[in-house]
């Protein structure tokens, strides 16, 4: 049974690497997007008694044509006094992890990391966000994470940092 299953995510994980590495040259993307245009979202969550405990702002891209999910990118704090900002990113299986993940804005190289570990619906990459890099986050156009497939080609996402400042505010009201 555990053989099988983890057999299972294997074939899913080697089958969506492989339209991954397929399809990069040709991704036609969607980002998230509110009914007041932003591409950043908020989501939060609740205890038993209907109380927020934790929110995050995200954004996330899809394959246009498939919806699967390609990237996501969420922010949030560990608690409302907390002026360290905390980030996961959610790459698609069959990126090569030995490699960084270079985090861009405005073509602009910030700081490198690692995915931490991969599931079945993606592969994780934690970071602290310092002030510096929200700063530059809120005055900019795009932000862009760069990567390799696991054949070794690079791939740059991008994604629009439009309603950043906005939702960042309303982050922090909650």
């Not at 700081?111 to 310092?130: R, W």
Request: hydrophobic content about 40%.
């Amino acid at each position: 049974m555990v053989k099988n299953k983890i057999f299972n995510i294997c074939s899913v994980a080697v089958l969506t690497a492989a339209s991954f590495v397929i399809f990069s040259s040709q991704l036609t993307l969607a980002q998230s997007k509110n009914t007041k245009n932003s591409a950043w979202l908020t989501r939060c969550d609740k205890d038993e008694a209907g109380n927020t405990t934790h929110c995050e702002m995200f954004t996330r891209l899809n394959m246009q044509n498939t919806k699967q999910r390609v990237l996501e990118f969420a922010i949030g704090y560990k608690n409302n006094n907390s002026n360290a900002a905390s980030s996961i990113m959610v790459l698609p299986l069959g990126v090569l992890t030995q490699d960084d993940v270079t985090f861009f804005i405005d073509e602009k190289a910030y700081f490198n990391t690692k995915v931490n570990y991969c599931l079945e619906n993606g592969c994780y990459a934690h970071i602290t966000l310092p002030d510096q890099i929200i700063s530059k986050m809120k005055k900019g156009n795009e932000a862009a994470l760069k990567f390799k497939a696991m054949n070794g080609k690079p791939i740059m996402v991008k994604m629009s940092l439009t309603g950043f400042t906005k939702t960042l505010q309303n982050l922090k009201k909650n």
